[in-house]
């Protein structure tokens, strides 16, 4: 837990430290989207994530908070745009009537993702700062809403993932000491054994040595011993002759 935190306090260190190359992730700005051949007036944020990450956090923030299960594949690469469309339905928040809300999700980089938000009451009336202020300020409320999220979501993934690879490579560090302490374990009792091979071939040459001594012993031994049997029975044979 200690480790969490530490790590949680160097992210985000890090992440205030980055300065203007981060300033705009998860600030929703006033902007507008190309739709169906018109400009929309739209909320629009950076999140940190790929577009996959980004559209699948959309639909389920909504169905969590809204209860809204906007439409639409919304895979994105860069260059490539879809829409996600939840028409007709409920969002107290924005308006006590029934509306139109659509994201739209690009890819500006490979680990940041662009979502734009607008909507209206029908195909003919979208939300605007200065035809429909209120609720334009609620739908981008909302949008803040979903960045401010996100990015707790991103942070924690984050985390997740650091402590994974700590974990990891904990255990490969276990894992290397415990093999080197077999290694040495191994080399110790092999140096051991090599010793008592080298104390047991000084051994045995000193009895080769006295192997070899003793069996000129031998050697004369027998030799005195084949003559004493042969005088005996050159004896037994003279007796057999008289």
């Known amino acids: 837990m200690k480790s969490t935190f530490l790590f949680l306090g160097v992210f985000l260190a890090a992440v205030l430290s980055s300065g203007s190359a981060t300033a705009q992730l998860y600030e929703v700005r006033q902007s507008s989207i190309n739709y169906e051949k018109q400009e929309r007036p739209a909320a629009k944020v950076l999140v940190d994530g790929t577009p ?3 559209r699948n956090f959309w639909q389920t923030w909504l169905k969590d908070t809204y209860n809204i299960k906007p439409k639409g594949n919304g895979t994105f690469g860069v260059g490539k745009r879809d829409v996600l469309a939840a028409k007709q339905v409920p969002a ?25 938000v607008f909507g209206g009451y029908d195909a003919k009336t979208y939300f605007s700062p200065e035809g429909t202020p209120t609720e334009f300020a609620a739908m981008r409320n909302m949008a803040q809403n ?45 140096l051991e054994k090599i010793e008592s091979l080298k104390k ?13 001594a003793q069996l000129i012993v031998n050697g004369q031994q027998l030799d005195l011993r084949k003559a004493k049997l042969q005088r005996r029975k050159d004896r037994l044979s003279t007796l057999d002759r008289k």
Do not use: C, H
């Open 52 to 54: 996959d990450w980004t």
């Open 200 to 212: 047991q071939n000084i051994e045995n040459k000193l009895k080769a040595s006295q192997d070899s």
């Open 146 to 190: 979903f960045a401010a999220a996100a990015r707790l979501k991103a942070y924690r993934e984050q985390i997740e993932a650091a402590e994974k690879e700590l974990r990891e490579t904990e255990k490969e560090k276990d894992r290397l000491e415990k093999e080197r302490a077999n290694l040495a374990k191994n080399t110790e009792s092999n």
């Open 92 to 116: 107290s928040s924005v308006s006590g009537k029934l509306i139109d809300l659509y994201a739209m999700v690009t890819a500006p980089s490979d680990s940041v993702t662009e979502l734009a």
